[in-house]
């Protein structure tokens, strides 16, 4: 802790630095030769104990750790397991910074106490961080201490927040505004539906919110002009529902790790420009989407989306197919393979042949089969979408092991695929054991990506 305090100290005040940075005023080192802003915002996206170790480089970087934006990277926990600067030295930091706080991470650990919990709320009225663009704090529920308010005094300015494993009071008397937030992240969180839309209302250009819940105080709705990007991740309160009620820019409802037993019911009551949409098992998640009063189906069908994700044993095709009738303008679809959980057979859906899947004759290009092993449910699944697909370019097949030319000789004469339906549908067989969930929770907020479950 002594090591870390004194590297972080200012010029002077850092034993040994002298004589390790006057060595290296070098004239080819051409990064010292940047200006000092871009020199800055490198230190900025340091950790903050390299960045403050910068100052030993030479005397053209021991007056920037000074003034670069702070990245500041707080844990308290009881052990030297803390990744951050220890805590006692956050004070001396924030009060001799002479530059704006980028960045500000805190994390409070299970033996907390409330003495360092007031100290943390001063830190938050201190003018070193009045004007943070990210803010990430968490772990104060494990810690038996509420969320500060006083974390959200920088709302003003901040771009990006996360607030994870604490609770929210159940009523914020005070609007909060957060005109420039651009992502949301709410991780394990305890709210009411009257908080949530208290923040969401505050935010006046929110593109992407990611939502995992662990306790709600009453249905949770979303409204929001601006939103372009839902995650769903892990859980929501089996208890209560999530309404998506009015969010006329949506364009991607992704629900990673969206399992049996996970949730309530989500309900999307209008998003009409949702093109994504993903993951969900069509027999066990609950999820309802509406055209004007009525819900969807195969007879009021939503031409919008594009992209779909879904879960399946290999059993449900049936219920896969009832869902693709949904989406009549469909182009893609992932497949993601998972161990079969027996269910009642007699509420096994059939298809619906008075409205067939009509993506299937006109729209469908490309399936992607994930975690496929190649048993004779998965083989027969996929054979389905072979032989009646007619349109399809392509179909990929991922799986855990090496393919070779014997085997995926063995596996194209099952699926039949001199009999296809779509004479131009290529196959590829590929080893890919990576998790789509945490592929497509990672891109969330990342709208540039045009393919969130699209895996490299």
Not at 73 to 80: D, F, Q, T, W, Y
Not at 179 to 202: A, H, M, N, W, Y
Request: with cysteine.
């Amino acid at each position: 802790m002594e090591k870390d305090a004194a590297a972080l100290a200012p010029e002077g005040e850092s034993s040994g630095a002298k004589g390790n940075g006057d060595c290296d005023d070098v004239t080819n080192d051409f990064i010292s030769r940047l200006p000092d802003a871009i020199l800055g915002s490198i230190i900025s996206l340091l950790p903050t104990k390299d960045g403050g170790r910068t100052q030993v480089l030479s005397r053209r970087w021991r007056p920037l750790w000074r003034s670069a934006p702070l990245n500041l990277e707080v844990e308290i926990v009881p052990s030297a397991r803390a990744y951050g600067v220890p805590y006692t030295a956050v004070p001396k930091i924030i009060s001799q910074h002479a530059g704006p706080a980028r960045r500000f991470r805190l994390t409070i650990g299970l033996f907390s106490t409330g003495v360092i919990y007031s100290e943390v709320e001063s830190w938050f009225h201190s003018r070193a961080l009045a004007n943070l663009q990210e803010l990430d704090i968490g772990g104060l529920r494990e810690a038996g201490l509420p969320l500060p308010l006083s974390s959200l005094s920088s709302a003003a300015t901040l771009l990006v927040a996360k607030i994870g494993e604490t609770d929210f009071p159940n009523k914020i008397a005070t609007p909060i505004c957060f005109p420039v937030l651009k992502q949301l992240t709410l991780e394990f969180v305890s709210i009411s539906r009257d908080v949530l839309d208290t923040l969401l209302s505050g935010c006046h250009c929110l593109e992407s919110l990611s939502i995992s819940v662990d306790r709600a105080v009453g249905n949770l709705r979303v409204i929001s002009p601006t939103l372009r990007c839902i995650g769903i991740c892990d859980s929501i309160d089996g208890k209560e529902d999530l309404v998506i009620e009015d969010a006329p820019r949506l364009e991607r409802l992704l629900m990673p790790y969206f399992t049996k037993g996970c949730c309530g019911t989500i309900r999307v009551i209008r998003a009409p420009k949702l093109e994504i949409l993903g993951t969900f098992s069509p027999v066990f998640s609950k999820l309802l989407f509406f055209q004007g009063m009525n819900p969807v189906s195969s007879a009021n069908s939503l031409c919008t989306v594009k992209v779909l994700a879904l879960r399946s044993s290999g059993r449900e095709l049936h219920a896969t197919l009832n869902v693709l009738g949904w989406f009549p303008c469909l182009e893609k679809l992932y497949v993601i393979f998972y161990k079969h959980c027996e269910m009642d057979k007699k509420n096994k859906p059939q298809y619906d042949t008075l409205h067939p899947a009509k993506c299937l004759q006109t729209h469908l290009k490309n399936v992607l089969f994930k975690s496929f092993v190649g048993n004779d449910k998965q083989i027969d699944f996929a054979r389905f979408f072979v032989l009646n697909a007619e349109v399809l370019n392509k179909i990929e097949f991922e799986g855990y092991g090496k393919y070779t030319n014997e085997s995926v000789a063995a596996h194209c004469k099952l699926l039949q695929v001199e009999n296809r339906a779509s004479r131009d549908a290529t196959f590829e067989f590929r080893n890919n054991p990576l998790s789509i969930d945490h592929h497509v929770e990672e891109h969330i907020h990342n709208l540039s990506v045009a393919d969130p479950f699209r895996q490299p």
